[in-house]
């Protein structure tokens, strides 16, 4: 489940990522060229860091995007997902890692941003340090955790991003409330998402799936009633849209899960490479790297 979320907040993360900025930078309309768009550089990613496939280990939710300023200058954004509510001391010192090798590979300006979705507790250093007879680094990055803000705070921003803020607050509560209560809280974000009235139908659509998977629940009458409850928001204006957007959404899930079936059975049985298994199951090369990371732990 915890992987699965992983996808998801990153996938959420993508489709945001101009109200990511507007979150995380002052002023960002005026530095960033939204309407030029993006480029997400996975691939180019997952190239820096050839000896995770060895460790198994996996940075599958990290993010490097390609972005334009006004002034007409590139600037690249990494975007580190700390999904683990772990207490890494090596944290500061990969993303040091990152930095350096980005820098050092592509020539470009890079602003780092580490995304902590653990609890109070999480280690969530933002900053690095090196020093050795007379020779010293001090590397600074910009660093968020997702309790920093408010449920009110959240609620109360004109901004999409902050619901998926507040969405992987309330994921933390999984598992530790009942499910009744826990589908109240979820409902409430549909609530303030649909009542704003600042979002169009397709961004009602893609979050609602969004919250209705990341914040999961097995209860079939609590996800009928959410249903129920996002028609009668609505007004049947755009809820069957909506709900068969989820459904199909979910459909195309079930052919996703399909396909990591046979990506992992051409793991075990064959000697191609990633890249062409990824060709072959129409994959990204990063989802065949998690998956056998996966099949070796």
Known sequence: MRKKNDILLKSA???AFPDLLR???DKADIIFDIERGFEFLDKELSELFPELEKQGGS????????????NGMEEWILVHIEIEAGTSKSFARRMFQYYYRIYDRFEVEVAALAVFTGGN???R????????LGTKIIYDYNAYGILD???VQLLNMNNPFALIVLAAQKALLMDKIPEEELGEQRLSIARALIKSQRYDSEQIRRFLYFLKTFIHIENSEINSKFDREINSLTENRHAMGII?????????????????TIVKSLLQNTDFDNFKIAKLCDVPE??????????ST
């Open 125 to 132: 250093p933002s900053q690095y340090r090196k020093d050795f």
């Open 244 to 260: 068969e957007t989820i459904k199909m959404l979910a459909e195309e899930e079930g052919v996703e899960r399909g396909k990591v």
């Open 13 to 15: 993360f993508e489709e």
């Open 286 to 295: 990063e989802v065949v790297i998690q998956i056998k990371s996966e099949l």
């Open 149 to 151: 803000h408010s449920e």
């Open 121 to 123: 507790n999480q280690y």
């Open 59 to 70: 940075r599958f939710a990290d993010m490097l995007v390609k972005t334009y300023l006004m």
């Open 23 to 25: 979150f995380f930078f």
